[in-house]
């Protein structure tokens, strides 16, 4: 039993790691720049758990990026920077002309003198 425990141990090599491709490079256009990850240590204010990659030399990896600018991704939307309420319906329509966008109008006093909700976005 214990031979055939002794074959086991001496077929697989200790000091192998599982290397998986560099999403960060991957998402830039280089892919297949396989990577694997070393623990160098613990932060002292977190208390985590510190990581560097290692590319298969064993090197610490460097990220590729290509020369273009990096872009925020499509599907965030721009903060709202701004909120107007207003009554007069000229004075909403220069707002609009202005950049800013219509989201509402409600009767909001006794009244019923309509108030037109804008906002204005980064």
């Not at 790691?17 to 932060?43: H, Y």
């Not at 002309?97 to 309509?114: C, D, F, M, R």
Request: glycine share 4%; charged share 25%; net charge positive.
């Amino acid at each position: 039993m214990s031979n055939i425990l002794n074959q086991a141990e001496a077929s697989t090599p200790l000091n192998q790691k599982k290397m998986r491709e560099c999403s960060i490079c991957n998402s830039a256009g280089f892919p297949q720049q396989l990577i694997t990850f070393q623990n160098i240590g613990e932060d002292s204010v977190t208390g985590k758990t510190i990581w560097k990659p290692i590319d298969e030399n064993g090197n610490e990896h460097k990220h590729k990026f290509n020369n273009q600018e990096f872009r925020k991704p499509s599907f965030q939307r721009k903060k709202v920077v701004d909120i107007a309420a207003v009554t007069d319906v000229q004075e909403a329509k220069k707002l609009l002309l202005q950049g800013w966008e219509y989201k509402t109008s409600y009767p909001a006093t006794i009244s019923n003198i309509p108030h037109f909700i804008l906002i204005k976005r980064e």
